[in-house]
């Protein structure tokens, strides 16, 4: 079974930085692309940014310029610097791995539990 575990949130003041932390386990043979989401109360889950196996990124308008998604050394793994926040960036942040190749034969996308950013004014 594979699990995608979330880490780094918390509160911050306009302004500030955090780093957050995915680590996939599992019986992973592969993973496509791994991204972030985010989800603001009564607002519906958006794409923060995105990156695939060979390290091309996307990222939402919102967040260019001020977020970097990075695959970790550690297989598996990835993290999203978060720079100049702004109190519109407060939401939970979901960890999603896209088209994981397992030993049952088949791919499937998986996501965390989520982690919450949540800055200050």
């Known amino acids: 079974q594979v699990q995608l575990v979330e880490s780094g949130g918390g509160l911050v003041q306009a302004g500030g930085s955090l780093r957050l932390f995915c680590a996939a386990s599992?019986?992973?043979?592969?993973?496509?692309?791994m991204g972030w989401y985010r989800q603001a109360p009564g607002k519906p889950r958006e794409l923060v940014a995105s990156?695939?196996?060979?390290?091309?990124?996307v990222y939402a308008d919102s967040v260019k310029g001020r977020f970097t998604i990075s695959r970790g050394n550690a297989k598996n793994t990835l993290y999203l610097q978060m720079n100049s926040l702004k109190p519109e960036d407060t939401a939970v942040y979901y960890c999603?791995?896209?088209?994981?190749?397992?030993?049952?034969?088949?791919?499937?996308?998986?996501w965390g539990k989520g982690t919450l950013v949540t800055v200050s004014s």
């Open positions: 999603k791995a896209d088209e994981v190749a397992t030993p049952r034969g088949y791919t499937l996308d998986y």
């Open positions: 599992g019986s992973i043979l592969s993973i496509n692309a």
């Open positions: 990156i695939t196996s060979g390290g091309s990124a």
